[in-house]
């Protein structure tokens, strides 16, 4: 069986992967309940940091599909 993307782009995928996984874990945290205000809500780390870093995995999993090897 032939598999249309090269080894190059399959592991571009695979790191992309990480990325955004690694963005969306940086973006997890305890939330705010009605009984008790938890100000971690607002960190930097979720609300900047966390997104930024799953954007450029998602922009990076664009790159690494439509790479193309120069002929």
Same mark, same amino acid.
């Given at each position: 069986?032939? /598999? #249309?993307?090269?080894?190059?782009?399959?592991?571009? @995928?695979?790191?992309?992967?990480? !990325?955004?996984?690694? &963005? $969306? +874990?940086?973006?997890?945290?305890?939330?705010?309940?009605?009984?008790? /205000? #938890?100000?971690?809500?607002?960190?930097?780390?979720? @609300?900047?940091?966390?997104?930024? !870093?799953?954007?450029? &995995? $998602? +922009?990076?999993?664009?790159?690494?599909?439509?790479?193309?090897?120069?002929?």
């Amino acid at each position: 069986m032939k /598999y #249309n993307l090269p080894k190059r782009n399959s592991i571009l @995928i695979a790191i992309s992967f990480v !990325v955004i996984v690694l &963005g $969306f +874990v940086l973006m997890i945290g305890e939330p705010s309940g009605t009984a008790e /205000y #938890n100000p971690e809500i607002f960190s930097v780390r979720r @609300i900047t940091v966390g997104p930024m !870093v799953a954007l450029a &995995g $998602f +922009v990076m999993m664009i790159v690494a599909i439509l790479w193309k090897k120069k002929q």
